[in-house]
């Protein structure tokens, strides 16, 4: 297997392997290897990750992957079929119909990082990549060992109510036309606030991340609240759960500085509360002036996530009950 890994886009230490799935579709699983010496005692010894990103995005988080390295850990990162790397010639980007679909990729991944048994599994998933996770958790229990959640989009902006008017309107139109685009625009304040070609820091291919986002067709959204309504009926996942969100959200149309420090995809307190719905062990973090994507905050912001990952991690990873 390990002749068939080839250097990633990333660069040093960066591997990334294509995995073969049903209709002739591919998902392509992302590894960190280093000779960096792990932190002393670190908390993830011996542990495997597997992160999974959000809506029309793909993995890119160099300085998150070591982090894990780090702290003990082997990391590995999945891009879903039809999202950056995965994405060929025809494919409508980030179209799917139910999130469940995602099932291929994830058992793929898993066989493909060679876990060995008893080796904890700790699984990663960021905002769209949160909700598939946590759903995947809830139908296979006993297989992942810790479910760290970053700004996972558990609920509609709005809230549950707005989600059940919407949802059986979002339905219909998705059995009809699941790839007519839905007449939402993303203007762009999420880029703006991340890309160094505006007034952030990171850099990325816009092609893979474009910078007002996929078209929104309406089998995908419909997907979402399908997940969205089977976490509001309640989830018994039976490991513990990390939930790590902003302090505050920004969900107008209009720049502003306060993009830079906040979460502009998500209302951060109604996903809190539905946090809660996933389990009998949930940690709810709020992280001061993080954005949507918590490990793309500024450094500082970035430091004090990472302490308390940690610190999770050393509570629970390695309890013996």
């Known amino acids: 297997m390990d002749a068939l890994w080839k250097k990633d886009v990333l660069g040093e230490g960066f591997e990334q392997l294509e995995l073969a799935l049903p209709d002739n579709a591919v998902a392509t699983l992302v590894r960190y290897k280093s000779d960096e010496e792990p932190d002393t005692d670190p908390v993830a010894a011996d542990a495997d990750v597997l992160y999974v990103h959000g809506w029309s995005d793909y993995f890119f988080q160099h300085k998150l992957a070591r982090f894990w390295h780090r702290n003990g850990a082997r990391f590995f990162a999945l891009d879903l079929h039809n999202y950056g790397r995965s994405l060929r010639l025809g494919n409508t980007p980030g179209f799917v119909t139910d999130l469940r679909d995602y099932d291929e990729d994830l058992a793929a991944a898993l066989e493909a990082m060679g ?7 700790i699984l990663l998933g960021h905002s769209t990549g949160g909700l598939t996770l946590s759903w995947w958790v809830h139908r296979h229990p006993r297989v992942a060992t810790a479910l760290i959640l970053n700004s996972p989009w558990l609920e509609f902006q709005g809230n549950e109510i707005g989600r059940r008017a919407i949802s059986p309107l979002v339905q219909i139109q998705a059995r009809r036309h699941p790839l007519a685009p839905l007449p939402i625009q993303d203007p762009g304040i999420y880029s703006r606030s991340m890309s160094s070609e505006f007034d952030g820091h990171w850099s990325y291919n816009k092609h893979w991340r474009p910078y007002r986002g996929f078209p929104v067709t309406s089998a995908f959204l419909n997907a979402v609240f399908q997940a969205q309504n089977a976490v509001d009926a309640g989830f018994s996942i039976d490991v513990p759960i990390l939930t790590m969100l902003s302090t505050r959200d920004y969900l107008q149309p209009r720049w502003t500085e306060t993009a830079t420090e906040a979460d502009v995809a998500l209302n951060v ?19 001061p002036k993080a954005v949507h994507d918590i490990f793309l905050s500024p450094a500082p912001v970035r430091k004090n ?3 308390e990952m940690e610190r999770w991690l050393g509570g629970y990873l390695n309890r013996r009950d």
Do not use: E
């Open 269 to 287: 307190d109604v996903v809190a509360h539905r946090a809660l719905s996933l389990g009998n062990n949930v940690t709810v973090v709020r992280i």
């Open 115 to 121: 876990r060995i048994s008893g080796k904890p599994l």
């Open 305 to 307: 996530a990472y302490r």
